[in-house]
């Protein structure tokens, strides 16, 4: 079935993270050089093979090492799992969301932060890190460009909402679907929310196809719909 894509929430929030015993002598400084600091490191990722592995070995490439030799790689079973081996000190470097840190650590001074899109330091591939991307068939799209606006407008409307400062309901909404407390949701949205835009821009779009090395980038303006990129400006 041929699909067009709607839009996708644009998490580009994610963080490489170290232990402080890890050395990241090159904290700070622009893309990607603390990451060559992770040579002789053991990363741990939820499995092998896996998105978060082909994140951090591309990043890994970036910097001029080799993901086969230069670091060890560690397959935890779950997100929990990878936070866990890190704080016990199992594993030297993870990828983690805002909510892993907030909820995860009592202090900033238990890792390193070493590339983010959010830190100023780039990021790499992360900054094109994308969740639950909607799409539609391309007959259902095309024979309804009114609904479709109104769809997308829809969703972004929604983003929007979770984003706006100073929003007691989303704080409590956040709370309650996250299953934490509200001091904390507030805390995640400040850096999440803000930062969500359901709109699907060309570098994006282009970006997952940095991951998939040996498939062609298809065509943004034949995949991503632009009747959906135009109502939620």
Known sequence: M???????GRFDTQTLIASPQASITHRGQPYPAAV???KGKTIGVVARGGFLE???ATMLGDAGLDPSKDVT???TGSTANNLAAFKAR????VIVQPQDVILGFDSPEEYVPVTSAIDGTDGGILKFNIAAPAMASREWHDGNP????KLCRALGAAADWLARPNNPDAVTAAAKWLEMDEAKAQELLQVEASRYDFRMPQDAWEGQFVLLKDTPVLPYDRTVSSVCQTAIQ
């Open 2 to 8: 041929d699909t067009v894509v709607l839009g996708a």
């Open 36 to 38: 060559g600091d992770l």
């Open 54 to 56: 082909t994140y951090v």
């Open 73 to 75: 790689w560690v397959s």
């Open 90 to 93: 199992q594993v030297d470097a």
């Open 146 to 149: 009114e609904l479709v606006k």
